[in-house]
């Protein structure tokens, strides 16, 4: 059974920093992108970033870019969300998701709460 | 502001059929392949329809896609009230080489 399991979510101040992990079970973790979007409360669902399998090709919203680095470690079937220089528009829940075929992703975790106030 | 445009809400009346349009450009729908969830905050996102128009493991066939051109649709047939959701579509964008979703459309089972 595929199961994602986020954590590492919590309250951070303003310009604080902040890492999302993901769990991954019950598939050839090392063989899949792996993507990161958020839901600020009263909003939409937005894409953040993602990772190919290989740990090397990665892509990121331009909200995030230079602020949020992805990162996997296949070993321990995790991906990572490192968040820096936290503002308070990144509040949200962040969800991982297993990629099926390009922009669609067939898995999700339940998500983590990241609220960014002081 | 999205780079796809989805019409904030639609409402139906269970039984009753609803379509939530998708609008984009040529940078993305028209030449990549669209998919579309369902999502309830605080829950996880659901694929629903992935490939423009292939159903996702357990979707029932009440949920189709379909697209034309720059824009994609999402049909729901039979309304249930589960059906109740946030819809999102989504794709590739080849300039911006980043994922894009729509703005979401609430869907209201009167």
């Known amino acids: 059974e595929v199961q994602l399991v986020e954590s590492g979510g919590g309250l951070v101040q303003p310009g604080g920093s902040l890492t999302l992990s993901c769990a991954a079970s019950g598939f050839a973790f090392s063989n899949y992108w792996m993507h990161w979007v958020r839901r600020a409360p009263g909003k939409g669902l937005v894409w953040v970033s993602r990772?190919?399998?290989?740990?090397?090709?990665?892509n990121y919203a331009d909200s995030v870019r230079g602020r949020f680095t992805i990162s996997r470690d296949n070993a321990k079937n995790t991906v990572y969300l490192q968040m820096t220089s936290l503002r308070a528009e990144d509040t949200a829940v962040y969800y991982c998701?297993?990629?099926?075929?390009?922009?669609?992703?067939?898995?999700w975790g339940q998500g983590t709460l990241v609220t960014v106030s002081s | 502001q999205s780079v796809l445009t989805q019409p904030p809400s639609v409402s139906a009346a269970p039984g009753q059929t609803v379509t939530i349009s998708c609008s984009g450009s040529s940078s993305n729908i028209a030449n990549n392949y669209v998919s579309w969830y369902q999502h309830l905050p605080g829950t996880a996102p659901k694929l629903l329809i992935y490939?423009?128009?292939k159903r996702f493991s357990g979707i029932p066939d009440r949920f189709s896609g379909s697209k034309s051109g720059t824009s994609a649709t999402l049909g729901i047939t039979g309304i249930q009230t589960g059906d109740e959701a946030d819809y999102y579509c989504g794709t590739w964008d080849t300039s911006l080489t980043v994922v894009v979703f729509g703005g979401g459309t609430k869907l209201t089972v009167l």
């Open positions: 998701g297993r990629d099926l075929h390009i922009a669609a992703a067939d898995y």
């Open positions: 490939d423009d128009n």
């Open positions: 990772i190919k399998g290989d740990g090397i090709n990665i």
